[in-house]
């Protein structure tokens, strides 16, 4: 192949790129691995040739590139047809690798009894990998991730694979055992829903002051606590708010089934005490005991009847939906 050749093929290889970037898609119905990983690169994913499932570069995905001169030699030159090794942001993106095993569990079963959907799959980016498995690419949620909650629950061989480094197959390439072909879309990287963050992601441990002031902590229950008010955890139930302001120091609510004037009072930490029989709180031992709800506790008791673990767990769905 003269020098005029080799140029022409990669000024169409460029071309290509430049297309099927825009495109998106497209680069899934180019012609020739080469395409597609000229394509991968424009889009700011690295790539590298791989020989089935293994490298072709000396330091393996470390040799990773977007240079299209250097993915043009890779496919156009040294290793034609070979499959596709891409290397996502892994600062930006992880991804759950569901597999069905001929002798273990059912990644994909278990991925839908945990986010307790119907569908197929989450509206995300994703690629069959053309061994009956599934690579489901999010946004990476902050904190510490790893499969430890996942292996607690459901025991080793649960068929979710968590991936947070290397690199995967790309669409295009070939399954080296089944012969089939991996495909996908690129498309946009949804956020992880919180019913799977919650058994990704390491839990914070928080130690909390055992205390009746006012403190500023890290957990769910102090940040409901220390954001919400009085009325918007009373007022849907009917209780009644006796003056203007029912969260400073004195406030006094009134419950729907009182027969006093008034049911409970803020005391100066914040917390509430209740004096009533006719309500789902415990009679407080004394303003000044230090021993009055916290919203987070007030608010688990008229909603979820004191159950403190459903409370956090729905609370912590509604921050992760609003971006808190």
Request: charged share 20%; aromatic share 10%; net charge negative.
């Amino acid at each position: 192949m003269s020098s005029s050749d080799l140029n022409d093929l990669l000024a169409d290889y460029v071309a290509a790129a430049e297309l099927t970037n825009a495109f998106g898609a497209g680069i899934l119905s180019a012609d020739g691995n080469g395409l597609r990983a000229c394509a991968y690169a424009a889009a700011g994913w690295p790539v590298f040739p791989l020989r089935g499932k293994q490298p072709l570069t000396e330091n393996g995905f470390h040799d990773a590139s977007t240079d299209l001169v250097q993915i043009f030699k890779w496919w156009g030159v040294q290793h034609p047809g070979a499959n596709i090794g891409w290397v996502p942001d892994w600062e930006k993106v992880m991804v759950l690798d569901l597999d069905r095993h001929a002798k273990g569990q059912d990644g994909q079963a278990r991925y839908k009894q945990l986010t307790g959907t119907e569908a197929r799959f989450a509206e995300t980016m994703q690629v069959a990998t053309g061994g009956d498995g599934i690579h489901l690419f999010y946004q990476r949620p902050p904190g510490q991730i790893t499969g430890r909650i996942l292996t607690e629950r459901f025991g080793p061989g649960h068929g979710i694979d968590v991936r947070t480094n290397g690199y995967l197959v790309a669409p295009g390439s070939t399954h080296p055992d089944t012969l089939r072909d991996y495909v996908g879309l690129i498309s946009e990287i949804a956020v992880m829903p919180y019913s799977l963050v919650r058994v990704l992601v390491e839990p914070e441990r928080v130690v909390v002051p055992r205390t009746p002031s006012t403190y500023v902590g890290t957990s769910i229950a102090d940040w409901f606590t220390q954001t919400a008010t009085w009325e918007s955890i009373l007022e849907p139930h009917g209780w009644v708010l006796i003056g203007n302001d029912g969260n400073v120091p004195g406030a006094r609510w009134r419950h729907p089934n009182a027969t006093a004037p008034w049911s409970s009072i803020v005391d100066e930490h914040g917390q509430l005490h209740t004096f009533s029989p006719n309500t789902p709180f415990e009679p407080s031992e004394g303003r000044n005991s230090g021993r009055g709800l916290t919203r987070f506790k007030a608010y688990s008791i008229v909603n979820f009847d004191g159950d403190m673990t459903s409370a956090a767990i729905h609370l912590q769905e509604k921050k992760w939906e609003l971006g808190l």
